[in-house]
């Protein structure tokens, strides 16, 4: 092999060397990098404790699915797309939110009318403004009189335009208040047709009603 010919392969070899050397940097700068083109695994962290009011919960494209929070955080229910404030105050508690932002239920601790203690888990239908499924605790601010209970909803149909046209009534009460455990089934109207219940003396009843809601059936007979 000449000298000039072997000059010539050295030169290639070096360029190819060269070449290499800047391609697999220049890759690093204009390939896409696996790891900075992933969606980030979050980081599991421990906390011994952590003072919060409000957290938040969402889910991949940032819209909210629950809530915890104090009573100053505390989210107005949405219906519809539409906030309108609570009537009564939480003072603390949770909100579990559908797919669309639609409140769908939650649980909480509330002051009620007189200063009465409260406490419920209530699951709303969806695709109407009303209460499905609740449990519910109250106590009078003096501690003399108590209720706690379940209570069933009925969903009524209604008109899309409007939340006055779909409010559903309260079907099935079972509940125990002052001692007094009863069971209240209504007809698809709301009024009462039949009362089971044991009293505070130990005495079992039962009666049935017209829609007028004159008893028409009881035992023991009247």
């Given amino acids: 092999m000449s000298r000039e010919n072997a000059k010539s392969r050295s030169n290639l070899l070096l360029w190819a060397l060269v070449a290499g050397t800047w391609g697999m940097s220049a890759a690093q700068w204009l390939l896409p990098d696996a790891n900075a083109t992933a969606t980030p695994a979050a980081t599991p962290q421990s906390f011994g404790e952590i003072n919060v009011e409000r957290i938040n919960i969402v889910d991949a494209s940032g819209k909210t699915r629950l809530v915890i929070a104090n009573s100053e955080r505390f989210p107005d229910p949405v219906i519809r797309g539409k906030a309108y404030p609570r009537s009564i105050r939480t003072t603390a508690g949770m909100v579990f939110y559908d797919e669309d932002g639609v409140e769908t239920g939650g649980l909480a601790t509330m002051t009620g009318p007189n200063g009465a203690r409260m406490a419920g888990?209530?699951?709303?239908y969806n695709h109407q403004?009303?209460?499905?499924?609740?449990?519910?605790?109250?106590?009078?601010?003096?501690?003399?009189?108590w209720m706690a209970g379940l209570t069933i909803a009925d969903?009524?149909?209604?008109?899309?335009?409007?939340?006055?046209?779909?409010?559903g009534v309260s079907r099935i009460v079972l509940a125990n208040r002052n001692q007094e455990a009863s069971l209240v089934i209504a007809d698809t109207t709301?009024?009462?047709r039949i009362r089971i219940g044991v009293d505070a003396n130990?005495?079992?009843?039962?009666?049935?009603?017209?829609?007028?809601?004159k008893v028409v059936g009881s035992l023991p007979q009247r």
């Avoid at 888990?121 to 709303?124: G, K, P, R, S």
């Fill in 121 to 124: 888990t209530i699951f709303d």
């Fill in 155 to 167: 969903r009524l149909p209604y008109a899309p335009g409007g939340i006055s046209t779909s409010e």
């Fill in 190 to 192: 709301g009024r009462t």
């Fill in 202 to 213: 130990d005495v079992p009843k039962l009666e049935v009603l017209d829609a007028d809601g």
């Fill in 129 to 145: 403004p009303t209460d499905g499924i609740g449990l519910m605790k109250t106590e009078s601010a003096d501690g003399k009189s």
